[in-house]
T-cell receptor, first 114, second 112 residues
Framework: EDKVVQSPLSLVVHEGDTVTLNCSYEVTNFRSLLWYKQEKKAPTFLFML????IEKKSGRLSSILDKKELFSILNITATQTGDSAVYLC??????????????FGKGTKLSVKP | DADVTQTPRNRITKTGKRIMLECSQT?????MYWYRQDPGLGLRLIYY???????NKGEISDGYSVSRQAQAKFSLSLESAIPNQTALYFC???????????FGAGSRLTVL
C-alpha cells in the first residue's frame, strides 16, 4: 500500500529557531515528492523534488530528497510567526491510470511563537 | 479571479439531504480531483477525473458521486448526507504533464 508518513505531527518553536520537518514515503514507481504549505485555506505549492541530493531553496525554506532512503526533509531557518501552518508532503505515483496522482501525508502542524 | 473556484464555501445541512459542491477551473487543466480533509488525517482522495469521459474512484468514494460536466467543471455530490461527512472539501486540478496540484479555497460542510 502506498503511504507517506510525516513527523513530527506537531511542533512548537520560537521565532528565530530552525526547524526540520520529515517525510518518508513508500510509493510504487515513485515519480516525485511535493511539499505544500497550508494556512487557514487551500494548500499552496512549495517545492517539487525529483532527483536525489539536489537541494531546492526559496528564501528561508529548503528541501532535499533521498531516493535511496525514501525520505525528504523541509528546513525552515530563522522562523517567523508567518511560517505557522500545516506543512503537507505528498508522493506522486508514476504508473498506470493513477500516474501523477498524489498520496498525501497527514501533515506537520508548525506553530511559531513570538 | 481564483484559478480554481469552489462553491459554496460554507454549507450547513441536515442528515439525509442531498448536497452538491461545485468546482470550476480556468487553468485549462484536464485532470480534476476532489479531496476531503479531516483534522489529523491529511488529504484523502474521493474521486478524480482525467478528462470528461474518465471518472475514477479514490480511496474514500463511498457515499459520494461526481460529475464532470465539462473540462473546466467537476462537481461532487452527497446523495444522502450523514454527520461523518462533516469535513473540509477541496477541489484541485493539474495538467496531465505535471504533478503540481492547484487547489481551490475549500468548501466547509457541516452535516447535523
Amino acid at each position: 500500500e502506498d503511504k507517506v508518513v510525516q513527523s513530527p505531527l506537531s511542533l512548537v518553536v520560537h521565532e528565530g529557531d530552525t526547524v526540520t520537518l520529515n517525510c518518508s514515503y513508500e510509493v510504487t514507481n515513485f515519480r516525485s515528492l511535493l511539499w505544500y504549505k497550508q494556512e487557514k485555506k487551500a494548500p499552496t505549492f512549495l517545492f517539487m523534488l525529483t532527483s536525489s541530493g539536489i537541494e531546492k531553496k526559496s528564501g528561508r525554506l529548503s528541501s532535499i530528497l533521498d531516493k535511496k532512503e525514501l525520505f525528504s526533509i523541509l528546513n525552515i531557518t530563522a522562523t517567523q510567526t508567518g511560517d505557522s501552518a500545516v506543512y503537507l508532503c505528498a508522493g506522486a505515483l508514476g504508473y498506470g491510470g493513477s500516474q501523477g496522482n498524489l498520496i498525501f501525508g497527514k501533515g506537520t502542524k508548525l506553530s511559531v511563537k513570538p | 479571479d481564483a484559478d480554481v473556484t469552489q462553491t459554496p464555501r460554507n454549507r450547513i445541512t441536515k442528515t439525509g439531504k442531498r448536497i452538491m459542491l461545485e468546482c470550476s477551473q480556468t487553468k485549462g487543466h484536464d485532470r480534476m480531483y476532489w479531496y476531503r480533509q479531516d483534522p489529523g488525517l491529511g488529504l484523502r482522495l474521493i474521486y478524480y477525473s482525467f478528462d470528461v469521459k474518465d471518472i475514477n474512484k479514490g480511496e474514500i468514494s463511498d457515499g459520494y458521486s461526481v460529475s464532470r460536466q465539462a473540462q473546466a467543471k467537476f462537481s461532487l455530490s452527497l446523495e444522502s448526507a450523514i454527520p461523518n461527512q462533516t469535513a473540509l472539501y477541496f477541489c484541485a486540478s493539474r495538467d496531465s504533464g505535471a504533478n503540481v496540484l492547484t487547489f481551490g479555497a475549500g468548501s466547509r460542510l457541516t452535516v447535523l
